[in-house]
């Protein structure tokens, strides 16, 4: 896996590199920097996602040839999206329906709420004062659409790429679905840097490499991730509105049904996986 580490450390140097220019630049003001971290992060997500894509072809194109992905499933009837191409499995495994699009960004969601609740629990043992301190200064002064296209669109196909289609698929070339999911979402926690988003990125990431495999797409990672961090950024002011225009009985309501939909859509997929045998699609 060491071309990921290289391109990965290239730029995690260049972010550094910028963000020392920004503060020197400033007269030692730290906060230049916070004010462009979004931008700094965002596209040095995509400097190391680039490569990580053009690897995955490689990749992919080598398992084929040595027989890690079945050929043997074929769509069931009424199925959208047979796998092949040219008599090959698609790179992209199957091509997934718009109920299935939305049916994964709503799971996303679901995962996203109660992973925060979750890690919420043990605030006290996670040292929450780096985070609590260094989020608003990132977000300070940005447009809600801003923090959407960074925060909920770039950055989550930018981690994606690296840590599911590339860190967990090609851990799982040589090891267990379960073991390689852990060890990837491991390293995605440790890639943030904090106890707090680390111990929640590592319980999400190892849950997204599952469905990932799961599901036999590679976009569903992508799309649960962007559901999860689009609706980390909007949650609060939608349920402030609908408690101030519709009472309380609404957003009850709206909790139920995120929780519903987001596990019966992981649990569906799952039933998917098992109905074709399991097989490795991606």
């Keep these: 896996m060491y071309p990921v580490g290289i391109h990965f450390a290239i730029s995690q140097i260049l972010s550094y590199l910028g963000m020392y220019l920004l503060v020197w630049r400033t007269g ?23 490569p990580c894509m053009l690897l995955y072809k490689k990749d992919h194109s080598r398992r084929e040839e040595t027989g890690i992905l079945s050929l043997a499933y074929r769509p069931a009837e009424g199925e959208m999206g047979d796998r092949q191409e040219n008599g090959k499995p698609s790179a992209a495994g199957r091509r997934l329906r718009f109920l299935e699009i939305l049916s994964f960004l709503v799971a996303g969601a679901f995962l996203g709420q109660y992973g925060n609740i979750l890690v919420g629990l043990f605030q006290q043992y996670l040292d929450p004062e780096v985070y609590q301190e260094t989020q608003p200064l990132i977000s300070d002064g940005k447009s809600i659409w801003s923090l959407i296209f960074w925060m909920g669109i770039v950055a989550p196909f930018a981690e994606e790429v690296i840590f599911r289609w590339m860190v967990f698929l090609r851990m799982r070339d ?31 990431g190892a849950i997204f490499a599952l469905i990932l495999e799961w599901s036999g797409n590679l976009f569903t990672s992508v799309l649960l991730h962007m559901g999860a961090n689009i609706w980390s950024l909007i949650v609060s002011d939608v349920m402030v509105y609908m408690l101030d225009h519709m009472g309380a009985s609404s957003v009850i309501t709206l909790n139920l049904l995120l929780v519903f ?22």
Excluded: E
């Design 28 to 50: 030692g003001d730290i906060n230049a920097y916070y004010q462009q971290a979004l931008l700094l992060t965002g596209l040095t997500g995509i400097l190391a996602a680039i």
């Design 174 to 204: 040589n090891m267990r679905v379960i073991t390689a999911a852990l060890l990837s979402g491991l390293a995605f926690g440790i890639y943030h840097m904090n106890l707090l988003q680390g111990v929640y990125a590592t319980v999400l």
């Design 261 to 282: 939909a987001g596990a019966y859509g992981i649990w569906n997929c799952y039933k998917k996986y098992q109905k074709r045998g399991c097989t490795r699609m991606i």
